[in-house]
């Protein structure tokens, strides 16, 4: 029977390549690796982005026995970048190319009883002609075999490959599908099989079929299945489909399958699923972290897909490449829509670039079709120009590959040839002050079916430490693009640019060799641009204030507006519990996104009204005048100063009450902290409440995203967040105290074991040495020490 054989631990790795080292046991100076493994750890930021690009060497000696020696015998990689050789025994059996797609190299008939030395030369450099690169590109790709290595034993005749594909032709009823499959056979000789074909939901059986014996290596059939739990973002139902491979009545193979009951549908009036419209709100994503690029495990890409999920969003865009099959599979099980596409940013090569993207389309429609997370294949190189005869057969090969799915193009050009089934553009429109995307009509030719692919991102560069300013305007013009996509039927919907904060070229993004387009930073650590998409969020309370709310953080004392991002009816914001007013969504300026946020600068409402210090009347006059100060000083208009002067006439107040009540109510200059409370309303219950002002505490705290991991199939990772917050929680924007981090020897640290906090918070990861009880260790200069406990198992 089929199974598959870890070979992720114990790798000998060098940062070199001899001739010499070819069928070699003995190469001196190797160091013990495991993978998904970089070649090269690179620093944070301020780094020469050719340090990786290196020729290496990986060794590593399978054994293979007796009953093992008897099967077919594959060597699956699931990415290596960027262009390697594989050896078995001093034989070269395959040369890949590319940095993204997963392949398998045949060794039944080169395998040997025993020892069999396994070595793979991986060379990084960015190599012309093999996509992504020809020129330059705005992301690093960085190196190594930084995806899994397994053994694949498979019995003589054994099942290749197994799609499946959901319709509703002919049927109407809700809960009516059918399952169209087909399953490849490999054999070495013509036999006569039977399939058993069985689907199930959990451990239920649900519908069963049987193929009569064939010796037909493809075999096609169409199962109706009812009483069908329908696959979609809210209700992520997915159902097992199990392929019995039988000679003589006795089972020789089995595989199984995961897949979901759904239909999807981009037309000109919307994006539908399972015919009902759905707007398409989420971000691009970068599959690199901070020190080891790509080489990230299982539950770490899992993690990506959940952090989306958790901050609004229903779609994702795997820019630009194809995506590790955990993230993939993550976004199966959360309800996470995922538009794939293949490797490539603006430049088209020569014949042997298509040659390998026409290869890349078939690798990543093949080995991704069973996804019902995936809704578009994107089949042309991300921003490039017509190229007629290209792109017609990347479009010919994507429908012969999968009629069910439509097909995409991402471009930065209007009205553009249309060869796709979806005119995918990349607006960058949106300065801040106009409109947030283009009217579809001046990007499309005609009536198609459209979405936005990116906006923002390198448009507005924000840091997690930039200035309050900075950061809102950010967020503003994030919630500008999304309430565009709302506005109109016509936008499909909107992909930000971009998920979190990515390493880059030289010639891209800041001098610090990162792009600064997240809405995160590059350790996923949310910035204010992230809380908009949180916001569109129906099933949880969600409050986030987009300020520290401290006048000296500001010119002239002046507390500039506050953006709170919520999806609550409305908010209660208090002064020291003192009720100041409630304030409701800026439905004026975003009229079209479903949770709009709540903006006021309104930090006094009827406070001197309440104190009874005043007339009701006088006291409403005090606070106009307070108000106007605030905004425009002595240069206020007549009115405001012929009331100051009627109010001084009348010995109602003199300037040193009027000074007096602004450093109270408008500096918050009093003799206790200034905290400010706001409540969030839903059907007029308090449901979520948030407290932010005046600080008289530092505190260290230390989270972790996984409290156990599993040495298994390969190593395992986790990451730990630190932040230096107030006592109401919120994050002390201005600390950058240093932190030690000290773990024990079930665990190894990911980058330097000293960082500094940056806007009050810094993260890092961790990854599984062995098994046992673990634990993490964050110390503070100020003494401070949190402990993190985690079981390997």
């Not at 793979?120 to 690169?133: G, Q, R, W």
């Not at 290595?149 to 319709?167: C, F, G, M, N, W």
């Not at 019995?244 to 089995?254: A, P």
Request: hydrophobic share 35%.
């Amino acid at each position: 029977m089929r199974k598959a054989i870890s070979l992720n631990f114990y790798w000998d790795f060098i940062p070199d390549f001899k001739e010499s080292y070819i069928g070699s046991k003995n190469i001196k100076n190797t160091e013990k690796v495991n993978i998904p493994h970089t070649m090269k750890e690179i620093p944070l930021n301020y780094f020469d982005e050719e340090m990786y690009q290196i020729i290496a060497t990986y060794s590593k000696t399978i054994e293979i026995d007796e009953e093992t020696l008897q099967n077919n015998l594959f060597i699956e990689f699931k990415a290596v970048m960027n262009v390697c050789k594989v050896y078995l025994n001093r034989e070269l059996l395959i040369v890949h190319e590319g940095g993204y797609t997963p392949f398998t190299v045949d060794i039944t008939d080169k395998a040997l009883l025993g020892e069999n030395l396994l070595q793979v030369i991986v060379d990084a450099n960015e190599v012309k002609n093999v996509p992504p690169f020809g020129r330059f590109i705005d992301y690093l790709c960085f190196s190594g075999i930084y995806r899994e290595v397994s053994l694949l034993v498979r019995p003589k005749v054994y099942i290749e490959q197994v799609h499946v594909a959901t319709d509703e032709a002919n049927l109407l009823k809700e809960t009516e599908m059918i399952a169209n499959v087909s399953v490849r056979i490999k054999q070495p000789e013509e036999t006569e099989y039977m399939i058993k074909s069985t689907v199930l939901l959990d451990d239920l059986v649900i519908a069963e079929n049987v193929i009569p014996n064939s010796i037909v290596t493809e075999q096609y059939y169409s199962q109706a299945v009812r009483d069908i739990k329908r696959w979609h973002p809210d209700t992520p139902v997915l159902y097992t489909l199990k392929i019995d491979l039988l000679e003589n009545e006795v089972v020789i193979d089995t595989m199984s399958q995961k897949f979901g009951f759904r239909t999807v549908k981009f037309t000109p009036e919307g994006f539908l699923i399972n015919n009902k419209v759905m707007k398409l709100i989420g971000l691009n994503r970068h599959q690199s972290y901070p020190y080891v690029g790509y080489a990230m495990p299982k539950t770490i890409q899992e993690l990506d897909a959940d952090i989306l999920k958790d901050f609004g969003c229903n779609i994702v865009r795997t820019s630009h490449y194809m995506q590790s099959d955990h993230f993939l599979n993550r976004c199966d099980e959360i309800g996470l829509l995922v538009f794939e596409e293949i490797p490539g940013w603006q430049y088209i090569g020569d014949e042997h670039f298509k040659e390998l993207t026409y290869q890349n389309i078939e690798v990543m429609i093949n080995s991704h079709f069973n996804h019902p997370s995936i809704v578009t294949w994107g089949i042309r190189i991300n921003e490039s120009f017509d190229d007629h005869d290209f792109y017609t057969k990347t479009n010919e090969l994507a429908r012969e590959l999968d009629p069910t799915r439509q097909t995409s193009g991402v471009r930065n050009t209007k009205k553009g040839e249309f060869l796709e089934d979806v005119y995918t553009y990349n607006d960058f429109s949106h300065t801040g002050e106009n409109i947030g995307l283009e009217a579809v009509k001046n990007v499309v030719k005609g009536y198609k079916p459209y979405l936005v692919t990116e906006h923002n991102g390198h448009v507005f560069p924000t840091k997690k430490s930039d200035t309050d300013e900075r950061r809102k305007e950010q967020s503003l013009r994030h919630t500008a693009v999304l309430d565009a996509a709302f506005s109109s039927k016509r936008y499909s919907g909107a992909i930000g640019w971009c998920l979190a904060d990515y390493n880059t070229h030289f010639n891209f993004g800041s001098n610090d060799r990162i792009c600064h387009h997240g809405v995160m930073d590059s350790f996923r650590y949310p910035k204010y641009a992230a809380y908009t998409y949180k916001a569109q969020k129906a099933k949880e309370a969600v409050l986030f204030v987009a300020s520290n709310m401290i006048p000296g953080d500001y010119e002239e004392f002046k507390l500039p507006e506050t953006i709170v991002y919520t999806n609550c009816d409305y908010i209660k914001v208090y002064k020291n519990d003192e009720f100041i007013s409630d304030y409701y969504s800026d439905w004026e300026n975003y009229p079209n996104i479903p949770n709009a946020p709540i903006i006021f600068d309104d930090y006094i409402g009827d406070l001197i009204v309440q104190s009874g210090e005043f007339s009701e009347k006088d006291a409403k006059k005090i606070t106009k005048l307070l108000y106007a100060f605030y905004k425009d000083g002595f240069n206020m208009s007549l009115s405001n100063k012929l009331s100051y002067l009627s109010l001084l006439r009348r010995k109602i107040v003199d300037f040193k009450d009027l000074v007096r009540l602004a450093e109270k109510h408008i500096a918050m200059q009093q003799a206790v902290p200034t905290v400010f409370k706001i409540e969030g309303i839903i059907d007029d219950e308090v449901v979520i409440t948030k407290r932010i002002g005046h600080t008289l505490e530092a505190i260290l705290k230390a989270t972790i995203d996984h409290s156990v991991l599993e040495h298994g199939y390969t190593y395992d990772a986790t990451r730990v967040v630190v932040r230096m917050t107030d006592e109401f929680d919120n994050d002390l924007l201005f600390s950058n105290d240093v932190i030690s981090i000290k773990v024990t020897d079930e665990l190894e640290l990911i980058g330097p074991n000293q960082l500094s906090l940056v806007a009050g918070s810094q993260s890092f990861y961790v990854k599984t040495k062995k098994l046992g009880k673990a634990t993490i260790t964050v110390k503070d200069t100020r003494n401070q020490e949190e402990i993190l406990k985690l079981e390997v198992k």
